[in-house]
């Protein structure tokens, strides 16, 4: 379908603030999407991450959400650009748009709602034909302090699928802030080393030159992500996993692109 003006107003201001950025200032500009069922948690990743807030009021995101951040990475001084997409029909047909140029995808799903790990293929299909081939794939599995009958995806299972797709997954908690750093740093660190090792992608860009997703697998990741952060699994590698308890009478409110 056709833009409507204010979509294509908020591609234009997203592109705009993105090449605005001074490559000078950093060794590496990185754009990140995040993608994944609606309520899953996209927005209260990105917030937590970018602003270390997180609300308990639910607000949807019309078309995408976008935060950056500077950050450090193996010395390195770099920029991530995070879009959270809104995952709804309504905004499929400018989907193409925010996967443009992107170097890494984090696909999140619910570990307290079966249906969104269940989607997560479908998601990585739809990186595959949007995003570049060389944008490196990971998987959150997000409110992770939820245990008990709560939880409808095992930790288990979701290790296998993990090895299975020779990904990086993260256990996260946007509400406690349980390895939302690490899964956003985690995936810089992952980009950067692909752009190092092979050479000649520009800072703020050059991503075709990256290597296609399935070629960094978990022996690879072990030499890329020497510091594990908790809740870590480096595809085949070894897993560490670590589940904040719930706090009585907490509430985990659906955050994203639509309302529970």
Known sequence: GHHLPWEALIMAMLTEMCVASSVGDFDFIFKILVIGDCGVGKSSLLRRFVDGEYSTQYTATIGVDFGQRSCTVDGKKVKLQIWDTAGSERFRSITSGYYKGAHGVIVVFDVSDRKTFDHVGFWLAEAGKHAPTSARRMLVGNKCDIEGPGRAVSRDEALELADRLG????????????????????????????????GGAAPSGGVESLPSAASLTGSELGVATPARPRGLCLGRGECLLRVLPQADGAEHPRHGCCAA
């Open 167 to 198: 990904l990086p997954l993260l256990e996260a908690s946007a509400k406690s802030a349980e390895n939302v750093e690490a899964a956003f740093l985690t995936l810089a660190q992952v980009v950067k080393a692909a752009v190092v090792t092979r």
